[in-house]
C-alpha cells in the first residue's frame, strides 16, 4: 500500500532545532514534488518548503517561505525515498502541525507550495512541532 510516513518533530526551546523526515513505502518520492506544509491553530496554511522531483522530469528546484529562508532546509536521499526538513533557530512563530505532501510533476516549484490541499494527493500523518521555554 502505498503511504508516506513522517517522523521527527517535538518540543524545542525557542533557537533550537528539529529535524522532521517524510518516507514514502510503494512508490519513489524521486519522482514526486515533495512539500512541507504546516497549520496552526488561528493561522493561515503555509507551504513553508517545497523540492520538485529530481528523476529528471522538473528542474529540481526548492522553494522557501519567507517565514523560514535562511532556517530551514529541505533535502532529498532518493536511496532511502525520504524527504527531510531540518529546522534550525526556531521561534514562537514556528509551532504547528507540519505535514509533507507530495504530487507528480510537472508542478512549478514555488506554485506547489502555494496549492490548496485538496489538491495534494499523498499526505504523510502530520508531525507536531511545539517552541517552549
Known amino acids: 500500500q502505498a503511504q508516506i510516513v513522517q517522523s521527527g518533530g517535538g518540543l524545542v526551546q525557542p533557537g533550537g532545532s528539529l529535524r522532521l523526515s517524510c518516507t514514502a513505502s510503494?512508490?519513489?518520492?524521486?519522482?514526486?514534488?515533495v512539500g512541507w506544509f504546516r497549520q496552526a491553530p488561528g493561522k493561515e496554511y503555509e507551504g513553508v518548503s517545497c523540492?520538485?522531483?529530481?528523476?529528471?522530469?522538473?528542474?529540481?528546484?526548492?522553494y522557501y517561505a519567507v517565514t523560514v529562508e535562511g532556517r530551514f532546509t529541505v533535502s532529498r536521499d532518493d536511496a532511502k525515498s525520504t524527504v527531510n526538513l531540518q529546522m534550525n533557530d526556531l521561534t514562537y512563530e514556528d509551532p504547528a502541525t507540519y505535514s509533507c505532501?507530495?504530487?507528480?510533476?510537472?508542478?512549478?516549484?514555488?506554485?506547489?507550495?502555494?496549492?490548496?490541499?485538496?489538491?495534494?494527493?499523498?499526505w504523510g500523518q502530520g508531525s507536531q512541532v511545539t517552541v517552549s521555554s
Open positions: 523540492i520538485n522531483s529530481s528523476d529528471g522530469s522538473s528542474d529540481g528546484s526548492i
Open positions: 510503494a512508490f519513489s518520492l524521486k519522482h514526486y514534488a
Open positions: 505532501g507530495a504530487v507528480p510533476p510537472p508542478l512549478a516549484t514555488e506554485r506547489f507550495c502555494g496549492v490548496a490541499p485538496r489538491h495534494i494527493g499523498h
